[in-house]
């Protein structure tokens, strides 16, 4: 399982996470650097969430949601 928690990281590279988490055992990590454009919630919201939603980015999808887009 896999949980995404956010965090700041000084010029140091020192981490700190934005919330308390508690976990049973070690669990390894990644880390993804964000440039800090636009605020906290700017682009890499957007960014992040692309693969997530990609999935509605097909041909098909659009012509199963088609009759929302008729005027009424």
């Given at each position: 399982m896999f949980r995404t928690v956010e965090a700041l990281i000084d010029e140091k590279g020192v981490v700190r996470l934005l919330e308390p988490?508690?976990?049973g055992a070690t669990h390894r990590a990644l880390v993804t650097i964000i440039e800090d454009e636009g605020g906290p919630h700017g682009a890499e919201t957007a960014i992040l969430s692309e693969?997530?939603?990609?999935d509605w980015n097909r041909p098909k999808e659009d012509a199963a949601w088609a009759y929302l887009q008729q005027a009424p």
């Open positions: 988490i508690q976990l693969p997530a939603l990609s």
